[in-house]
C-alpha cells in the first residue's frame, strides 16, 4: 500500500498482515516496521499497521515532527 500525507508518499509492504489488515481507505493510520531498501525506493516492512484513534490532532503531531527534526540536525 501506498501512505501519502501532503506530498509525501511512502510505500508500505503490508504482506505480513494481510489477514489481519482492517482499516478503511483514506482513514488514518500508525505503521511500525523496519525499512527495506529496493532499488531505487525504500519501503517499510509492516509488523503492525493499525487506525489512529478518534480526536487525533494532525497539526500538533506535525509541530512535534518538525521541533524534533531541527533537534536532531
Known amino acids: 500500500m501506498t501512505l501519502v500525507?501532503?506530498?509525501q508518499r511512502v510505500r508500505?509492504?503490508?504482506s505480513l498482515l494481510v489477514d489481519d489488515l482492517r482499516f478503511?481507505?483514506?482513514e488514518w493510520v500508525h505503521v511500525i516496521g523496519y525499512l527495506e531498501e529496493i532499488d531505487p525506493d525504500i519501503m517499510?516492512?509492516?509488523i503492525m499497521v493499525w487506525g489512529v484513534t478518534p480526536g487525533f490532532?494532525?497539526?500538533a503531531?506535525?509541530?512535534s515532527v518538525a521541533a524534533r527534526m531541527e533537534t536532531t540536525l
Do not use: Q
Open 61 to 63: 503531531y506535525e509541530e
Open 12 to 14: 508500505v509492504d503490508v
Open 44 to 46: 517499510v516492512k509492516a
Open 24 to 26: 478503511t481507505l483514506g
Open 57 to 59: 490532532d494532525l497539526s
Open 5 to 7: 500525507h501532503s506530498t
